[in-house]
């Protein structure tokens, strides 16, 4: 493939060998819960559940899936209360490679747009899904809220995308043409990640032009997200 090989879902599923089940775990809990946004997810996913189809993974699919979610879930949850304790403190380095004080203000926005839906939406947005349970925890939303909103999130984006992954790979055209679909799907779960990022360079372009519009920076995250 034409990307880094800690990228490339079908060189990890096979570097992984019979822990492929449990590394694609593994990556999830850490693209959900522990701030590191740049991992194929939703690729890892989607390979997973080709290989079941293909038989590379043999583990029912049933099993994959509830794995799969539960890691999702649990990653959520992990990142929530890391919010909780730890607030947006990490996010103050403009030049931070990755716990950039922009991506927290992109997701605070996120949620303001979206209430707790964003729990559910956020699945599906890389980086956005890494730090919108930040910024859940650290507006202290109401647990119980949280469970909710993120246990049907995880529901349709990890169990949605392996069933996807299973479903297709038993197409002939794409088991025919594995490493072109699986770049292809990394080009997708990459398009929302692209239209987030420009629309947030148009609003912040409208701010700029209305400065009583403009946000006044990371501090957003700490609205208390109780009463969405």
């Given at each position: 493939m034409l990307m880094p090989n800690w990228m490339d879902p079908?060189?990890?599923?096979?570097w992984l060998?019979?822990?492929?089940?449990?590394?694609?775990?593994?990556?999830?809990?850490?693209?959900?819960?522990?701030?590191?946004?740049?991992?194929?997810?939703?690729?890892?996913?989607f390979a997973v559940g080709l290989f079941i189809a293909h038989g590379t993974i043999d583990v029912p699919l049933w099993l994959a899936c509830v794995i799969l979610t539960v890691a999702a879930f649990l990653g959520n949850v992990s990142g929530y209360y890391i919010g909780r304790a730890l607030g947006t403190t990490l996010f103050r380095?403009?030049?931070?490679r990755f716990l950039k004080p922009k991506y927290i203000e992109q997701t605070h926005e996120f949620f303001e747009r979206y209430g707790p839906r964003a729990l559910v939406m956020a699945r599906f947005v890389p980086i956005v899904r890494t730090?919108?349970?930040?910024v859940a925890g650290a507006g202290?939303?109401?647990?119980?809220?949280?469970?909710?909103?993120?246990?049907?999130?995880?529901?349709?984006w990890a169990t949605g995308i392996t069933l996807l992954g299973h479903a297709l790979g038993q197409v002939k055209f794409i088991h025919d043409h594995l490493e072109s679909a699986l770049i292809l799907?990394?080009?997708?779960?990459?398009?929302?990640?692209?239209v987030e990022y420009v629309l947030a360079k148009r609003r912040n372009k409208a701010a700029s032009a209305d400065p009583a519009a403009a946000p006044t920076g990371p501090k957003h995250a700490a609205t208390n997200h109780r009463n969405h």
């Amino acid at each position: 493939m034409l990307m880094p090989n800690w990228m490339d879902p079908e060189y990890l599923l096979n570097w992984l060998g019979d822990w492929a089940l449990w590394g694609t775990a593994a990556v999830v809990f850490i693209e959900c819960g522990l701030l590191f946004p740049i991992l194929p997810g939703d690729s890892l996913l989607f390979a997973v559940g080709l290989f079941i189809a293909h038989g590379t993974i043999d583990v029912p699919l049933w099993l994959a899936c509830v794995i799969l979610t539960v890691a999702a879930f649990l990653g959520n949850v992990s990142g929530y209360y890391i919010g909780r304790a730890l607030g947006t403190t990490l996010f103050r380095n403009p030049n931070a490679r990755f716990l950039k004080p922009k991506y927290i203000e992109q997701t605070h926005e996120f949620f303001e747009r979206y209430g707790p839906r964003a729990l559910v939406m956020a699945r599906f947005v890389p980086i956005v899904r890494t730090f919108i349970t930040i910024v859940a925890g650290a507006g202290k939303m109401d647990p119980k809220k949280f469970f909710l909103w993120t246990g049907i999130g995880a529901v349709l984006w990890a169990t949605g995308i392996t069933l996807l992954g299973h479903a297709l790979g038993q197409v002939k055209f794409i088991h025919d043409h594995l490493e072109s679909a699986l770049i292809l799907l990394v080009l997708i779960s990459l398009i929302p990640m692209v239209v987030e990022y420009v629309l947030a360079k148009r609003r912040n372009k409208a701010a700029s032009a209305d400065p009583a519009a403009a946000p006044t920076g990371p501090k957003h995250a700490a609205t208390n997200h109780r009463n969405h």
